[in-house]
């Protein structure tokens, strides 16, 4: 009985539907928007009992544009993926390219700072002989080696002082010794001709002597 009354109400409903199918709008065209396309299937189509009657063909024109609608946000999707894919890509090569600028800007201040401690470590320390000393050491060491050089200077120089007038004494004693010796000399030469002037008068007196001796012995005696 009911399905009876159902098929009547779908035969007196079609002219109806034909006749605000007229009075409606005009359909969208198809790639109008979803919310305008389901406006139009609302008001285009009849109510009956709380339900909506709907062409099949525009309800598969809908379907139709619902699926286009979804490929294509999918495609857009899909492109948006591909282009965040390549830009992620890009990106991480940047990031790379950054890093390794990063760890040579790292290497580089690494050396510079080796350089700059080696330039330090010149500044501060001295190499005498292949040791590698501090310079404030070296110049205490230095200072240390010409204050001894300069006290070694000094006794050298007290000794020099010293053997230099114990030379001069030395000097002035052989000097009054040699005009000693050489007035000994003198003296002694000064005696030995005394000597042999008074040797000579004594020769010569014995002599005068043996000749007064020879003329008293060739005398005839009486």
Same mark, same amino acid.
């Given at each position: 009985?009911?399905?009876?009354?159902?098929?009547? +109400?779908?035969?007196?409903?079609?002219? $109806?539907?034909? +006749?605000?199918?007229?009075? +409606?709008?005009?359909?969208?065209?198809?790639? =109008?928007?979803l919310?305008?396309?389901? *406006?139009?299937?609302?008001?285009?189509?009849?109510?009956?009992?709380?339900?909506?009657?709907?062409? &099949?063909?525009?309800?598969?024109?809908?379907?139709?544009?619902?699926?286009?609608?979804? +490929?294509? #946000?999918?495609?857009?999707?899909?492109?948006?993926? @591909?282009?965040a894919?390549?830009?992620?890509? *890009?990106? /991480?090569?940047?990031?790379? =390219?950054?890093?390794?600028?990063?760890? =040579?800007?790292?290497?580089? $201040?690494?050396?510079?700072?080796?350089?700059?401690?080696?330039? $330090?470590?010149? &500044?501060?320390? &001295?190499?005498?002989?292949?040791?590698?000393?501090?310079?404030?050491?070296?110049?205490?060491?230095?200072?240390? %080696?010409i204050?001894?050089?300069?006290? =070694?200077?000094?006794? $050298?120089?007290?000794?020099?002082?010293?053997?230099?007038r114990? @030379?001069?004494?030395? /000097?002035?004693?052989?000097?009054?010794?040699?005009? *000693?010796?050489?007035?000994?000399?003198?003296? @002694? /030469?000064e005696?030995?001709?005394? %000597? #042999?002037?008074?040797? !000579?008068? *004594?020769?010569? /007196?014995?002599?005068?002597? #043996?000749?007064?001796? @020879?003329?008293?012995? #060739?005398?005839? !005696?009486l």
């Amino acid at each position: 009985m009911k399905a009876l009354f159902f098929s009547v +109400a779908l035969l007196c409903s079609a002219p $109806m539907v034909q +006749a605000q199918g007229n009075a +409606a709008e005009k359909a969208p065209a198809a790639n =109008a928007k979803l919310e305008k396309q389901f *406006e139009y299937l609302k008001s285009s189509s009849n109510s009956w009992q709380g339900y909506k009657v709907v062409k &099949i063909t525009t309800l598969e024109s809908f379907w139709k544009t619902v699926q286009e609608t979804v +490929a294509s #946000k999918d495609k857009k999707l899909q492109n948006f993926e @591909a282009e965040a894919d390549a830009k992620l890509q *890009e990106a /991480r090569k940047d990031v790379a =390219a950054q890093e390794q600028q990063l760890q =040579a800007m790292q290497q580089d $201040m690494k050396q510079k700072e080796q350089e700059i401690q080696q330039s $330090m470590h010149d &500044i501060t320390h &001295i190499s005498v002989l292949g040791i590698d000393l501090p310079k404030p050491f070296y110049v205490l060491l230095n200072s240390g %080696i010409i204050v001894a050089l300069l006290i =070694a200077l000094g006794v $050298m120089a007290v000794q020099h002082k010293s053997s230099k007038r114990l @030379a001069g004494e030395k /000097r002035k004693a052989y000097d009054e010794m040699e005009l *000693e010796l050489n007035e000994y000399k003198k003296s @002694a /030469r000064e005696r030995e001709l005394k %000597i #042999k002037r008074e040797l !000579q008068t *004594e020769l010569n /007196r014995v002599e005068e002597l #043996k000749q007064q001796l @020879a003329s008293v012995k #060739k005398q005839p !005696q009486l």
